[in-house]
């Protein structure tokens, strides 16, 4: 069990930058097969959604009448859907659209989790009892279908589907955060801060942050995951966003009536959301065993 | 009964050898990492998997336990050998009646009927003299005191009548007083069947107590085997002798001895030095040393792993180095020094929860009383000892002197001037003033940040320095604490035990407070690294010449380092003494009780120790009257149950004495059961 703190043991004795952490992170990451597997799945998906519209030969809805309904082939690796456009391109830049959602979803998510959670847990009494009790009703309701309800009551767009986001997977990460908060409150260290005079903001950041991070980057890496899944199932469901996006879930929604005449047309967008999904979960299952290896059986 | 073991693949014990007759106790002494618990775990054939015995053999009687299987080792764990472990808490079931635990080895080892199993439980319940044995039978663990469950399990290991049994530190984790009466307890017990005892421990007072012969652990070696009494007045190995010298002995105190810490550190394991292991911190290594020593027969009964054994034992080689003189200027409590900290009248209390019933009618809470009525002064430049077993509000008096503790009522003055009792209305000058070492390295500084970054803080936000100065300063701390300017930069999980303890007492002092406070500092430290801190203590006391409130449950290093002590006891001060008049009598009952308790290395002083009845009083139910009636051996009636004492004054030592009893006769009975050389019974 390599665990980080191994990080700045390098002999050197210089205090190694963020960068060569974050390097030498991915590759403990890498070396098991498992979540190397996963990290590289998730790597590729970004790196792709990221130059997609460069390696798309076609535009995601340029309809190529006669092309329509075709197997995979040369020409069309994934073959076309029942209008004729390429599913190939359609895969590859609805990536974009499924983890930039996802991915800036998950992102504010975790930062107001995190502020959220910092501010309730060290401050404790009625704050914490208030802002933790809403957090709880809304935790009550099954995510999918508060998302229906916000979605029903806000502008049906993709930006309500990245708010929907946001408000589902904050009190959760809220939550984790608040209890890594309270078991670090009250030792020595946080004591001795207060009574060297430092600034709450001081020692929320700079004293319980650190020790919040190695939950908190689990937690990340799991509802990135959840949020793709929520983005595609959003997408299949037919709200937030509208034909004729290239998202995945939708793509499987409008290839579903022809199954049995273009089946790739519903394969590869479902296929995709699985692989990006099972990458991301084994990825944050790595860096669970690097962060807490003591918590693994 | 004969044990021997040779190398394991980390060498966590190597090449140790020896036996323990029947009927005899064998003390094995060591430090941690010197491979105790190792040993243990050999002896009961409880290696588990990650562990093996490389070469060598256990003997149990002829049995060789090596050769045991499966079946016929569990035969001889519930047969043969018994274990009191450590930590009573964690070797009981939480969720099975702590009688229900006993009559099972009953009911399976003897084989007997459940009413009879239950009679025997009951029965040797009374041996191991629990209180109200059938209430204790039908409780679970957690709702008995530590030391009644410690007896709970002197009863299991001794019920099976086994030829072995191992004693793992049994009293480490119970307060003295109660210590004292377990180990009696156990010395009754053992008497009265004629098993071997091997008994592991890190005190040295305990050994030399209750051992017929000792073994000296250090780093995976035995490294002395001799009669404690022989050990302790003429130690034939360098490392016996530096433990002696670091342990501060009763009567010993800073003015007049400095303390012998080991230097170094216990090499880890498999990464000892060739030769001798000791050689690195040895102070009479010489070019032999490098050749490993092999046990060598020294006399008598008597062993040493010391190639030099001989010129120690003919005192042509000083182990000793001579204790450099202290000078130190003269301080009594002579007037004109002003006061740094005043407690008035303090009492502390926390709340209870109120029931909904409660709350709705506007009933106030009801609280537990913490701290009843104090009265402390720690004038500047002196250093005040409070000393009390668990419980007894010493933590709690520290907390609200810093603030994190609001007070009932009282009044905490510092410099003679009133200051608020809660953290967040003081201002910075009043928290520069103020500071505070807490008693668990492990979380008194901050894992993710580097030495450097904890200790530049206080140059900053306390004193107002710009960054480049902070960091001189920190290596100008670093160095006032004996470490290097490279320890800056790493993370507190690279350092060591006593390291860390400099580097939190280095942040204790960075903004040259009035006051600081140490909580318990080194209790969690090997006693050779606690020596080095307790004269680092003194030494930066010196140096900047701050009051000190030190806060121990031992009284010897209290009685070492102080200047002024009070005891205390749930809560309520009980007496307040110059450090040169506390071993003095009078005393007052419990500090009296105390003193006795506490095993004594010194083989001359063997007096008994006064055994106090029962347990510590709930906190939420503190007896009336004095509060140390319920256990007072001096009790002497009605007064003591309901009228609180008054304070009285010693004219000629102004030690103070919170007791009914009038000091002349206090004096005069305390004077006679010292002289006899016995305690009260």
């Keep these: 069990m390599n665990s980080i703190s191994k990080s700045s043991n390098n002999g050197l004795g210089v205090v190694p930058s963020w960068w060569r952490r974050l390097l030498q992170f991915f590759q403990q990451l890498f070396s098991r097969p498992v979540s190397g597997f996963g990290t590289a799945i998730t790597l590729v998906f970004l790196i792709v959604a990221l130059i997609s519209p460069l390696i798309a030969p076609y535009g995601a809805n340029e309809i190529i009448v006669a092309d329509a309904r075709q197997p995979p082939s040369n020409e069309h690796w994934f073959g076309t859907d029942n209008l004729g456009r390429d599913v190939y391109s359609r895969v590859l830049l609805g990536s974009r659209e499924v983890l930039v959602l996802a991915g800036f979803g998950t992102l504010f998510a975790v930062l107001f989790g995190t502020l959220f959670g910092l501010m309730t847990g060290y401050q404790g009494g009625w704050f914490d009892e208030i802002t933790m009790r809403i957090f709880d009703s809304l935790l009550a309701i099954p995510a999918l279908l508060l998302a229906l309800l916000l979605l029903g009551t806000i502008a049906n767009s993709k930006y309500s589907v990245l708010l929907v986001i946001v408000v589902i997977y904050t009190p959760i990460v809220a939550r984790v955060v608040r209890s890594v908060v309270l078991?670090?409150?009250?030792?020595?260290?946080?004591?001795?801060?207060?009574?060297?005079?430092?600034?709450?903001?001081?020692?929320?950041?700079?004293?319980?942050?650190?020790?919040?991070?190695?939950?908190?980057?689990?937690?990340?890496?799991?509802?990135?995951?959840?949020?793709?899944?929520?983005?595609?199932?959003?997408?299949?469901?037919?709200?937030?966003?509208?034909?004729?996006?290239?998202?995945?879930?939708?793509?499987?929604k409008e290839a579903r009536a022809y199954v049995t005449l273009i089946p790739w047309a519903l394969f590869f967008p479902a296929a995709a959301i699985s692989l990006v999904v099972i990458g991301v979960n084994l990825m944050a299952d790595g860096v669970k065993r690097l962060m807490s290896p003591d918590q693994i059986d | 009964m004969a044990y021997r073991q040779g190398n394991d693949?980390?060498?966590?014990?190597?090449?140790?050898?020896?036996?323990?007759?029947?009927?005899?106790?064998?003390?094995?002494?060591?430090?941690?990492?010197?491979?105790?618990?190792?040993?243990?775990?050999?002896?009961?054939?409880?290696?588990?998997?990650?562990?093996?015995?490389?070469?060598?053999?256990?003997?149990?009687?002829?049995?060789?336990?090596?050769?045991?299987?499966?079946?016929?080792?569990?035969?001889m764990w519930g047969k043969q050998v018994a274990l009191v472990p450590q930590n009573p808490q964690s070797s009981l079931n939480p969720s099975i009646r702590v009688g229900e635990q006993v009559a099972e080895i009953f009911r399976y080892q003897n084989k007997l009927s459940e009413p009879d199993a239950k009679l025997q439980t009951l029965e040797?319940?009374?041996?191991?003299?629990?209180?109200?044995?059938?209430?204790?039978?039908?409780?679970?663990?957690?709702?008995?005191?530590?030391?009644?469950?410690?007896?709970?399990?002197?009863?299991?290991?001794?019920?099976?009548?086994?030829s072995l049994l191992v004693l793992d530190e049994p009293t480490t984790n119970l307060d003295v007083t109660i210590q004292a009466v377990i180990l009696d307890l156990i010395d009754e017990?053992?008497?009265?069947?004629?098993?071997?005892?091997?008994?592991?421990?890190?005190?040295?007072?305990?050994?030399?107590?209750?051992?017929?012969?000792?073994?000296?652990?250090?780093?995976?070696?035995?490294?002395?085997?001799?009669?404690?009494?022989?050990?302790?007045s003429e130690p034939l190995h360098p490392y016996t002798q530096g433990l002696l010298d670091s342990i501060p002995?009763?009567?010993?105190?800073?003015?007049?001895?400095?303390?012998?810490?080991?230097?170094?550190?216990?090499?880890?394991?498999?990464?000892?030095?060739?030769?001798?292991?000791?050689?690195?911190?040895?102070?009479?290594?010489?070019?032999?040393?490098?050749?490993?020593?092999?046990?060598?027969?020294?006399?008598?009964?008597?062993?040493?792993?010391?190639?030099?054994?001989?010129?120690?034992?003919?005192?042509?080689?000083?182990?000793q180095q001579t204790p450099p003189s202290i000078e130190r200027q003269q301080k009594g409590?002579?007037?004109?020094?002003?006061?740094?900290?005043?407690?008035?009248?303090?009492?502390?209390?926390?709340?209870?929860?109120?029931?909904?019933?409660?709350?709705?009618?506007?009933?106030?809470?009801?609280?537990?009383?913490?701290?009843?009525?104090?009265?402390?002064?720690?004038?500047?430049?002196?250093?005040?000892?409070l000393v009390g077993e668990s419980g007894s509000g010493k933590t709690t008096i520290a907390r609200s002197i810093m603030g994190l503790q609001s007070i009932r009522a009282g009044v905490i003055k510092l410099h003679k001037v009133s200051i608020p009792d809660q953290l967040s209305r003081r201002d910075l000058e009043t928290l520069r003033q103020l500071q505070i070492v807490f008693q668990n390295p492990q979380e008194a500084l901050n894992p993710h940040l580097t030495v450097g970054e904890t200790l530049r803080r206080p140059f900053i936000r306390l004193l107002g320095l710009p960054r480049s100065e902070a960091d001189a300063k920190v290596i100008d701390l670093l160095e006032a604490v004996h470490l290097t300017a490279a320890y800056a930069n790493r993370y507190p999980g690279e350092l060591s035990g006593g390291e860390i303890q400099r580097v939190a007492l280095a942040r204790g002092i960075a903004s040259r407070p009035d006051l600081l406070i140490l909580d318990e500092p080194i209790s969690s430290l090997d006693v050779s690294v606690q020596a080095a801190i307790l004269n680092l203590v003194n030494e930066l006391q010196r140096?900047?010449?701050?009051?000190?409130?030190?806060i121990s449950h031992n009284l010897a290093v209290i009685g070492y380092l102080a200047d002024q002590i009070a005891v205390i006891y749930v809560g309520t001060l009980m007496e307040i003494a110059r450090q040169s008049d506390l071993f003095q009598p009078p005393h007052h009952p419990y500090t009296e009780a105390l003193i006795s308790a506490i095993p004594q290395i010194d083989p001359q002083t063997s007096h008994l120790?006064?055994?106090?009845?029962?347990?510590?009083?709930?906190?939420?139910?503190?007896?009336?009257?004095?509060?140390?009636?319920?256990?007072?051996?001096?009790?002497?009636?009605?007064?003591?149950?309901?009228?609180?004492?008054?304070?009285?004054?010693?004219?000629?030592?102004?030690?103070?004495?919170?007791?009914?009893?009038?000091?002349?006769?206090?004096?005069?009975?305390?004077?006679?059961?010292?002289?006899?050389g016995t305690g009260l019974e």
């Design chain 2, 9 to 75: 693949w980390l060498q966590a014990v190597r090449d140790v050898s020896f036996h323990i007759n029947a009927g005899e106790t064998y003390g094995l002494v060591g430090e941690s990492g010197s491979g105790k618990t190792t040993l243990v775990l050999a002896v009961l054939r409880y290696l588990g998997s990650k562990g093996s015995i490389i070469s060598g053999d256990i003997y149990l009687g002829d049995q060789s336990m090596r050769a045991l299987d499966d079946q016929e080792l569990r035969q």
């Design chain 2, 333 to 385: 409590m002579a007037e004109g020094r002003s006061q740094t900290l005043e407690l008035e009248n303090v009492s502390i209390s926390f709340p209870l929860q109120r029931s909904l019933n409660d709350f709705l009618r506007g009933k106030p809470r009801k609280g537990v009383q913490a701290v009843n009525k104090v009265d402390l002064v720690i004038p500047s430049g002196t250093t005040l000892g």
């Design chain 2, 124 to 162: 040797w319940f009374q041996k191991v003299r629990l209180p109200d044995p059938e209430r204790v039978a039908t409780s679970y663990p957690h709702q008995i005191s530590g030391g009644m469950q410690q007896r709970v399990l002197i009863a299991m290991a001794l019920s099976i009548s086994p």
């Design chain 2, 189 to 232: 017990l053992i008497s009265e069947q004629n098993m071997a005892v091997l008994y592991v421990t890190h005190n040295l007072g305990v050994i030399s107590r209750y051992c017929d012969r000792v073994g000296v652990m250090y780093a995976s070696e035995l490294v002395e085997e001799a009669h404690p009494k022989e050990l302790f």
């Design chain 2, 609 to 676: 120790p006064i055994h106090l009845d029962g347990e510590m009083p709930d906190p939420v139910n503190i007896p009336t009257g004095c509060p140390f009636h319920t256990r007072c051996p001096r009790f002497i009636g009605e007064i003591c149950a309901n009228t609180a004492p008054r304070w009285q004054i010693d004219p000629r030592t102004e030690k103070r004495i919170f007791c009914h009893i009038p000091l002349e006769d206090l004096l005069s009975s305390q004077a006679q059961s010292t002289s006899d």
């Design chain 2, 249 to 319: 002995q009763f009567g010993e105190t800073k003015d007049r001895i400095r303390l012998q810490p080991i230097l170094g550190q216990i090499p880890a394991i498999g990464q000892g030095p060739s030769g001798c292991i000791f050689r690195p911190r040895c102070p009479v290594a010489i070019e032999v040393c490098t050749n490993r020593p092999s046990l060598f027969p020294a006399g008598g009964n008597r062993l040493s792993r010391c190639h030099r054994w001989q010129e120690i034992a003919l005192d042509d080689i000083s182990v």
């Design chain 1, 183 to 252: 078991a670090v409150k009250p030792q020595g260290f946080i004591e001795t801060a207060r009574l060297g005079g430092e600034s709450r903001t001081r020692i929320l950041l700079r004293e319980i942050l650190p020790s919040v991070i190695p939950t908190l980057s689990v937690e990340s890496a799991l509802r990135f995951s959840y949020a793709i899944f929520l983005v595609a199932s959003l997408g299949f469901l037919g709200v937030g966003v509208q034909p004729p996006s290239p998202n995945w879930g939708l793509m499987v």
């Design chain 2, 543 to 550: 140096d900047i010449q701050n009051s000190i409130l030190f």
